[in-house]
């Protein structure tokens, strides 16, 4: 079935693979990998999320509590296409895209699907970069594995946010009253 959001005309990219190893804006060694099973990593991303500060949630995610967040992760780890930052062995971020459809053999398609996007990155390891290297190897793996389609949505205070999504290839294709929904169409 065909998306309902407009997208813009000509495909951004195209975007890095994972993995990588990159040196932060403060210095840190930083790994980007997609994980093959996201199981495997899920209690190491269960961990971040938990020591994510409550008051950087966005649209009611991460959810807050230790059980609540496993369930959200594993409400959507079959379909979702993951990666995930790391320094010093401890997940300091999580890129996510879910597929806008419950329709199993669509989900195996990619390419009929549009697919939500969300990140987090650790209070302590923003505005180091990190956000934008993880944003553009997420794109990239995605783009691997056939997905051309992605959208999100960002509070529209949000401006350090917006800019990212921007600068990647993001185009804002709609408002609600506290959120700037963006598109991307990838190669």
Known sequence: MPGTRPYPDEPAGPFPSPPTTFEDGDGRS???RAPADFEAVVDDVVAMYDD?????RAQGIPPTG?????????????????VVARHAGDVIGHAVLV?????????EARSDVEWELAIFVLQAYQRAGIGTQLLEHLL?????VGIEKVWLTVERWNQPAIAL?????????GTESFEQEM????N
Request: hydrophobic share 35%; aromatic share 8%.
């Open 165 to 173: 999504y921007e600068r990647v290839g993001f185009e804002a294709t």
């Open 66 to 82: 230790e059980e609540r967040i496993r369930n959200w992760l594993e409400t959507i780890a079959d379909e979702s296409v993951n």
């Open 30 to 32: 930083i790994e980007v």
């Open 183 to 186: 598109a991307i169409l990838l």
């Open 140 to 144: 990239g793996h995605a783009s691997d």
């Open 99 to 107: 597929p806008d459809t419950d329709d199993p053999g669509a989900i």
């Open 52 to 56: 994510f500060d409550p008051s950087d």
